[in-house]
């Protein structure tokens, strides 16, 4: 886990991944306001996003992206008293650092895209809202948990960044923002961009931006794997690291692409192999083996069936790779 550390803490100091995160940024800014400017609508403009996403490479790290066709996955659970059918997302976004082929860490996110109405709000379907936000159990009922959950399903989002919405905005912006609060600053059902603006809280400091010298101690690589063998879904809060973090809010593709560069995006899946979320895991492995990667990733997943319309955007950081 040290390597993982060492990794993120030299890149996060370097002038040349900035400039890479800045370039990756503009590039994707450049795709969506050509989508605006040809008014596209969201599944368009997300495949032309994840063109422009696909094989973008720094050193140890590469981005994938994958649109699986197939049947929409639907799931079934209760608001409140009331059994209710909903796709949970359109895209995922997994971040995963390997070593020797082998998972030592990964985040995931569920993001459901919304394009801003011509009032310049976003509307925002409250049964989806509220399954993204408080992740009841559920059941599939059609597509991928359907046929590879045979049981009720439990994602555990412990840190209320697994559910998010991907908010589109004219002339070519996204902001990424948690559905807890989506749940929080909407108005009646919909959302304006002056309200996640005015929303002042501390659960928006992502991370403190600040240089981070990484002490060679001769026993840090103990201290991490005993620490996330016992507290791998906290992160390490105590050092509110600018990476590793947990981001409820990107204003904008630039705060979100350097966020993403840095796995500040998504809910700990695992670490140093250590399972945080069970029912995730499985699906975040599914989900990697169907985006073509089990050349760089042992998912360790056989047999299941793959039943879906999605969009899967992967940023592997591959520690065995040479810079």
Same mark, same amino acid.
């Not at 450049?30 to 490479?57: F, H, P, Q, R």
């Not at 593709?253 to 998504?266: A, K, Q």
């Given at each position: 886990?040290?390597?993982?550390?060492?990794?993120?803490?030299?890149?996060?100091?370097?002038?040349?991944?900035?400039?890479?995160?800045?370039?990756?940024?503009?590039?994707?800014?450049?795709?969506?306001?050509?989508?605006?400017?040809?008014?596209?609508?969201?599944?368009?403009?997300?495949?032309?996003?994840?063109?422009?996403?696909?094989?973008?490479?720094?050193?140890?790290?590469?981005?994938?992206?994958?649109?699986?066709?197939?049947?929409?996955?639907?799931?079934?659970?209760?608001?409140?008293?009331?059994?209710?059918?909903?796709?949970?997302?359109?895209?995922?976004?997994?971040?995963?650092?390997?070593?020797?082929?082998?998972?030592?860490?990964?985040?995931?996110?569920?993001?459901?895209?919304?394009?801003?109405?011509?009032?310049?709000?976003?509307?925002?379907?409250?049964?989806?809202?509220?399954?993204?936000?408080?992740?009841?159990?559920?059941?599939?009922?059609?597509?991928?948990?359907?046929?590879?959950?045979?049981?009720?399903?439990?994602?555990?989002?412990?840190?209320?960044?697994?559910?998010?919405?991907?908010?589109?905005?004219?002339?070519?912006?996204?902001?990424?923002?948690?559905?807890?609060?989506?749940?929080?600053?909407?108005?009646?059902?919909?959302?304006?961009?002056?309200?996640?603006?005015?929303?002042?809280?501390?659960?928006?400091?992502?991370?403190?931006?600040?240089?981070?010298?990484?002490?060679?101690?001769?026993? $840090?690589? =103990?201290?991490?794997?005993?620490? %996330?063998?016992?507290?791998?879904?906290? #992160?390490?809060? !105590?050092? &509110?690291?600018?990476?590793?973090?947990?981001?409820?809010?990107?204003?904008?593709?630039?705060?979100?692409?350097?966020?993403?560069?840095?796995?500040?995006?998504?809910?700990?899946?695992?670490?140093?192999?250590?399972?945080?979320?069970?029912?995730?895991?499985?699906?975040?492995?599914?989900? $990697?083996? =169907?985006?073509?990667?089990?050349? %760089?990733?042992?998912?360790?997943?056989? #047999?299941?069936? !793959?039943? &879906?319309?999605?969009?899967?955007?992967?940023?592997?950081?591959?520690?065995?790779?040479?810079?």
């Amino acid at each position: 886990m040290d390597n993982l550390f060492r990794t993120l803490s030299d890149y996060y100091n370097n002038p040349e991944f900035r400039k890479f995160q800045n370039t990756f940024a503009k590039e994707v800014y450049e795709t969506l306001g050509t989508s605006y400017s040809n008014s596209e609508g969201e599944v368009k403009m997300v495949t032309e996003m994840c063109n422009a996403i696909d094989g973008k490479t720094y050193q140890k790290l590469k981005f994938y992206t994958k649109k699986i066709h197939g049947t929409r996955s639907f799931v079934e659970f209760h608001n409140q008293d009331k059994p209710t059918t909903k796709e949970l997302a359109d895209m995922v976004i997994i971040s995963v650092a390997t070593k020797d082929r082998e998972i030592i860490y990964e985040k995931t996110a569920f993001v459901q895209n919304k394009k801003e109405d011509t009032g310049g709000d976003w509307k925002i379907d409250q049964d989806q809202l509220y399954l993204l936000h408080n992740f009841p159990t559920f059941k599939g009922k059609k597509g991928i948990f359907k046929r590879n959950f045979k049981d009720e399903v439990v994602f555990l989002n412990h840190s209320q960044t697994l559910g998010n919405y991907g908010l589109f905005q004219a002339p070519g912006e996204m902001i990424l923002l948690n559905a807890l609060s989506v749940f929080k600053l909407q108005q009646g059902d919909k959302i304006s961009f002056s309200d996640i603006r005015s929303f002042a809280s501390n659960s928006f400091q992502n991370h403190s931006a600040f240089q981070f010298p990484l002490v060679d101690h001769p026993f $840090l690589d =103990e201290m991490l794997y005993r620490y %996330f063998k016992h507290f791998p879904k906290y #992160g390490l809060p !105590f050092l &509110n690291l600018p990476f590793l973090n947990n981001s409820t809010v990107s204003f904008n593709i630039y705060e979100f692409i350097r966020n993403w560069t840095l796995f500040n995006i998504g809910e700990v899946v695992s670490a140093y192999g250590n399972t945080v979320d069970k029912d995730l895991s499985t699906f975040n492995r599914i989900l $990697l083996r =169907e985006a073509g990667l089990t050349d %760089f990733i042992n998912t360790n997943i056989e #047999g299941q069936e !793959f039943e &879906n319309n999605l969009v899967v955007v992967v940023a592997h950081l591959n520690l065995d790779e040479k810079e």
